[in-house]
């Protein structure tokens, strides 16, 4: 039995040794070995910069009409945000005002 596994390129067929990472590249076409973890991986790194907040980059080059909207659907956004969690705070509340009630 090896210690190196070889994985096999999607795109060519030819074997490449698998280091492990996910963006690694074939060694003879250059295609990723593993598309489907490449693509989780931009997945997971688009959620985390939303997590953050920063739907929309303001640069300084943007022309002040660009930055107005940019900052107005960041405004849209988080207030989105805010309300579905206001919501649910303010079901879990009556919940609780209910269950104290009928107690
Ligand atoms: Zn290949």
Redesign the pocket.
């Known amino acids: 039995m090896s210690l190196v596994s070889e994985i096999k ?1 999607p ?2 067929g ?1 074997w490449s040794p698998s280091t492990g990472e996910v963006d690694a590249k ?1 060694v ?2 250059g ?1 990723y070995l593993e598309p489907e973890r490449v693509a989780h991986e931009e997945e997971v790194k688009l959620a985390e910069s939303q997590r953050t907040g920063y739907y929309m980059v303001i640069s300084e080059n943007d022309e002040q009409l660009t930055q107005i909207y940019k900052i107005f659907v960041n405004a849209v956004r988080w207030s989105a945000y805010y309300s579905v969690m206001l919501f649910f705070l303010f079901i879990a509340a009556i919940i609780f005002i209910i269950g104290l009630i009928a107690l």
């Open positions: 390129c795109k060519c030819a074939c003879k076409c295609a």
